[in-house]
């Protein structure tokens, strides 16, 4: 009975180890939303650990303000995809996907700005930071440039920022950019400028993680390795009526070395033998006492 006793608790240690690694598992993404300031639209593409995508298209009106517009993106989500990606949660304009979502990527035409962050232990690993025309309809052909003017004819602004955290310092870099700073009218304009900004503010060493490629317009930081979990953030936004902000960040879930697990297992199949070994040794030798006396 005694070795029953200490053999079950060697068993219950090591369950509890495989709960906790279960529970780290789990992946998810925040999402925090402005004030839309014109009629538009939000698409949201999810990425999840299985290799699946959910994708959906919510209308937002420049009425809603943030916390209805983000109350449409829950809704249309929940439709979406009826076992649940999405959780609101305080304050109104904030919500977290979950079901272990590995990458998100939004394209906001309502206007403010739109922030994606890495929460619950999940390591940030790439940001995204891009910029389209909107289609002007019912025509498929692309707005020619920038309007300069938001909804309410006033000069448009162009919002961009990220951050995060290692074990030594705490980084972040933002950029708040009237129209008449980008030196032009296109998207080459925007982002290059937002560019040039976003990596003048960043530590020398951290400079090479931004980078620009014109032809996808596209600004990418690649997190730094040593990032601590639930720090990584990316945002972007522009009031511009000619213009959609797009922005993503890809996460990777954060668990223990496969090893550790399996170091545990060991451990614990060894006490468990070491145990039984001690209780049956005197017996055995008890045994060998009565042959010799017969």
Known sequence: MNWLFRSSATVLVIFSQ?????????????????????????????????????????????????????????????????????????????????????????DDSSGETTMLAAVDGQIAKKGQIDGRFLQIEPSPLLAPSLSGLDGDGNESTFVASLGFETPSESVFASSNLLFSQLGGN???????????????????????????????DEISFVFPDNILPSTGFISNGTTDTAAS????????????EPTSTLSLLALGTLGAASTLKRKLKPSKTSEKETTKVS
Do not use: C, H
């Not at 040039?196 to 503010?201: N, P, S």
């Open 18 to 106: 495989i709960f906790v690694f279960t529970n780290e598992a789990n992946a998810k993404i925040k999402l925090t939303v402005g004030d839309p300031t014109k009629n538009g639209s939000i698409d949201i593409t999810l990425g999840f650990n299985n290799g699946t995508q959910t994708f959906k298209s919510v209308p937002i009106l420049g009425s809603f303000g943030e916390a209805r517009k983000a109350a449409e993106i829950a809704e249309n989500l929940l439709t979406a995809d009826p076992i649940g990606v999405v959780v609101a949660r305080m304050p109104p304009n904030m919500m977290t996907f979950q079901k272990e979502i590995t990458g998100i990527n939004i």
């Open 245 to 256: 902000a797009s922005l993503g960040l890809t996460a990777t879930e954060r668990v223990p």
């Open 186 to 216: 296109d998207i080459d304009n925007w982002l290059s400028t937002i560019f040039t900004d976003l990596q003048g503010q960043l530590p020398v060493a951290y400079q090479p993680n931004l980078s620009l490629d014109l032809n996808s």
